[in-house]
DNA sequence: AATAATTCCAAGCGGATCAGTAGGATTTAT
DNA sequence: ATAAATCCTACTGATCCGCTTGGAATTATT
């Protein structure tokens, strides 16, 4: 039931992406160095993102990425999906029509479980967008910013 | 973020088992038979739903398992935490105190949507207990027996 | 035009975990 | 005494994860 790197990488990726793409393309090198990633791993990483069509990539000397949408109109979902490819529980739930090949959907009772679980995760991660934790990211960084020590 | 077989199974073998309890202890080949699981893999599932105090072993011929609480006082949760170990969803909220061992635990900003992910699985699956599902169960079961077919 | 910075792409690889097997020891109803 | 069951531990094959490697293509800068 756990996240994979995937996602959790990602995420830190493309929120690091949003708050300083102000400067123009981020690179992926700025990236990893910011968040202790390897860079050869962020790439592909990013390549997901890109292929979601979350950013937009820039190639070249500066070159980089760049969120394609604004971040209010990204969710931690379309992120997570992205990355993860599939996040359901299990994997009768994720696949249409065919039921993941389970002999015996109709009579499942488990099955119910599984969407109930589905269903509150993808609540929670389609409701939280970029932008929040842009913001929290900014007040993170002056609180450290402004530490005493 | 998939749920592994130990959870999917083991809450098929569990469900079985309360509605089969009425006739005394249920062995495990009896439920691997109606679950179509393997008799050995599945003793290691029980062997930790007995573990967790789910359940109550009773040895020898005639032998098997038995709920240890009334159904209406197991929840889905207490079943695949036994048989899980840890369903957080990233590793760094499940453990206490150290936090997974994240030397940025406090200017973390995707934390905050892990243990939102977190809390919105463990809601769903701590309010969810065994009568709920026997009772559907029984009920696909007579659907089951109905049918014209 | 040359160089350096970058994205892009595909393949490989060691380690960990998963799912299941195997084999036997112990307990107990019949 | 026998058979039916739980109990326990170790092994194994396959798959996936996390990451590395090596190079090709693109483009800003000099």
């Known amino acids: 039931m756990k ?6 990488y990602g995420l830190r990726a493309i929120v690091d992406l949003a708050v300083n793409q102000q ?4 690179s992926i090198s700025s990236i990893a160095a910011r968040q202790s990633l390897s860079e050869n791993y962020l ?4 390549s ?9 990539s820039v190639r070249g000397a500066q070159g980089g990425y760049v969120l394609q ?9 379309d992120v997570l999906r992205a990355l993860e490819g599939d ?9 249409d029509g065919m039921e993941g090949g389970c002999s015996s959907a109709h009579t499942c009772v488990t099955k119910y479980v599984w969407q109930r679980i589905n269903e509150s995760v993808n609540d929670t991660v389609n409701h939280i ?11 993170k960084q002056s609180e450290k910013i402004e530490c005493p020590i």
Do not use: N
Not at 23 to 26: H, S, T
């Open 3 to 8: 996240l994979s790197t995937k996602g959790r």
């Open 23 to 26: 400067q123009g393309p981020v």
């Open 43 to 46: 790439e592909q990483l990013m």
């Open 48 to 56: 997901r993102l890109k292929k979601a069509e979350l950013v937009r």
């Open 69 to 77: 949408r604004d971040p209010e109109k990204i969710s931690v979902g």
């Open 87 to 95: 996040i359901t529980p299990v994997a009768c739930i994720g696949i």
């Open 129 to 139: 967008f970029l932008d929040t934790l842009i913001h929290e990211s900014r007040e």
